[in-house]
């Protein structure tokens, strides 16, 4: 029980849950600030009043979501001097400089342009209103580049010595941090899953409203951007991983070995489907694997050698010292294979359903409709059954949830694959934490945070089922007509400014 409530167990409890809870967020907030950008942009060039209550639609989802973000991510920097003040004091130097520029980028470049946006409908102009949205859209993928960069670090340290007499790391060259090959992979494959993340919230919530036959121009508009994004961001997504996991096997051979549980390294390395085994003897007893496979996709040969864990952990041992230097076998290995699958099940959905609604097999007769129909369709191609009509469309809202949960598997593997180490061959996790935290207080602060955030999380789903089955607004006079200079047109100069939301 002491070692259960030791307090860098409960340190590390407590940062993972409000990490994991903080990250629902922040793929949500990248994608639908710049799908709520590409909407825009399509009003202001055709002026179709579709795109504007779309627009509008998801504009307003993505400010309830960013400011959530915004909510649960200031808890994540307090953290770092409440239970982590060796870390901090040990790799500050380092660890604060990407992590300046984020702030500087979330807080003052992306805010100002979201004020800008929210109050300006109707006191800038068309072209000038858009820009503010795109510019918060590259504000939000600023802002993960350089939090990522900071976590890449953590996952393969660059660019820093060790200054001995202060016992500290020293940042020595900025630039190499920020554009080492791991922060490079890393930033590719986690904007892939945002995109993923996002499509698929599209698809979701597009189908909830077509399946009620409502608000059908703005959501088969949504839906098929959604299916779209699904597909091309779950192939990005496929091949930035393949990508980072041969980074991956470079730099950090056991998280890589441990995700497909491979006890010893040998030649042909297989690639495992399913496996049970023995943590304390280092085997497994059952195994379903595929020949060569993990060898390839560690070098790009089939029959290239990969280390084992055991080997790694004994390698490890010899140059750092007596110890366990395995992660915990069992996440990484199911954590790895739920990031894969949920994730590519939301690309499979959007393959199946941009096929069906390309061919108008999916909608019935009454949603056929719109300036894009192609009339000798309607001639050959017959709806699908009302059945299994009603089950893509359960099966389309329900994969809105599915890469939220291959996401959060992907950075629990990710941080926990690196484990002992909080920095990668520098810093051990159980020298990181505040010596003079206690177990209980570290205890109350969990509760605290957990409570806090199952209560926010109540409130960001009540607002959210809230607006989404309000659907796109009605449009107003000033929507229809914005101003053609900043500050409104000479008439509606003393009007004063209206909060869109």
């Not at 407590?14 to 903080?22: K, L, S």
Request: charged share 15%; hydrophobic share 50%.
């Amino acid at each position: 029980m002491e070692l259960a409530l030791a307090p860098e167990t409960l340190s590390r409890w407590q940062f993972g849950i409000t990490t994991v809870y903080h990250f629902l967020f922040v793929p949500l907030t990248i994608s639908l600030a710049a799908f709520t950008a590409g909407l825009q942009t399509a009003w202001v060039r055709t002026n179709n009043q579709k795109y504007l209550r779309a627009t509008k639609f998801w504009g307003k989802l993505f400010l309830i979501n960013i400011a959530m973000g915004v909510v649960t991510g200031i808890v994540q920097e307090f953290q770092f001097g409440m239970n982590w003040s060796d870390y901090s004091r040990f790799v500050g130097d380092i660890f604060g400089a990407p992590l300046a520029f984020e702030a500087l980028i979330a807080f003052f470049f992306e805010s100002t342009f979201i004020g800008l946006w929210i109050f300006g409908w109707d006191r800038l102009p068309k072209k000038i209103h858009l820009a503010c949205i795109w510019m918060v859209s590259i504000g939000t993928i600023l802002s993960a580049y350089f939090i990522l960069a900071a976590n890449s670090w953590m996952q393969h340290p660059v660019g820093y010595r060790i200054n001995e007499e202060k016992g500290r790391a020293e940042l020595t060259d900025f630039w190499r941090v920020l554009t080492q090959d791991t922060a490079l992979t890393q930033v590719w494959h986690t904007l892939s899953a945002a995109f993923l993340v996002g499509g698929a919230f599209l698809v979701g919530i597009a189908a909830f409203h077509l399946a009620r036959k409502k608000h059908i121009p703005e959501m088969r508009a949504s839906l098929r951007i959604g299916l779209v994004t699904l597909l091309i961001a779950g192939a990005l997504t496929a091949l930035s991983g393949d990508a980072l996991g041969k980074v991956m096997f470079r730099q950090q051979p056991m998280k890589m070995a441990a995700a497909e549980a491979l006890w010893d390294g040998e030649a042909g390395a297989p690639f495992s489907v399913f496996a049970y085994g023995d943590v304390e003897e280092g085997h497994n007893k059952v195994a379903l694997e595929i020949p060569g496979i993990l060898s390839f996709l560690a070098n790009g040969d089939l029959d290239s050698y990969v280390p084992g864990i055991n080997d790694l952990n004994k390698a490890e041992q010899e140059k750092y010292g007596p110890g366990d230097y395995r992660p915990n076998i069992p996440v990484a290995y199911w954590g790895f294979r739920w990031m894969i699958g949920f994730g590519m099940v939301s690309m499979g959905i959007g393959f199946v359903g941009l096929w069906l609604t390309r061919r108008k097999l999916l909608l019935p007769a009454a949603l056929r409709t719109g300036e894009d129909e192609v009339p000798h369709l309607a001639v050959w191609t017959r709806p699908l059954n009302p059945s299994l009509t009603r089950w893509f469309w359960r099966l389309a809202l329900w994969t809105s949830g599915f890469p939220l949960i291959a996401t959060a598997w992907g950075w629990i593997f990710t941080e926990m694959g690196r484990q002992p180490w909080v920095v990668y061959g520098v810093l051990r996790t159980k020298d990181a934490v505040s010596p003079g935290v206690s177990q209980a207080e570290v205890l109350t602060s969990m509760i605290v945070f957990t409570t806090l955030y199952a209560v926010l999380a109540v409130v960001e789903i009540k607002l959210l089922v809230k607006y989404v089955k309000a659907g796109p607004p009605e449009l107003t006079e000033s929507d229809l007509n914005p101003p053609t200079k900043i500050g409104g047109d000479d008439k509606d100069a003393d009007r004063p400014m209206a909060f869109s939301y």
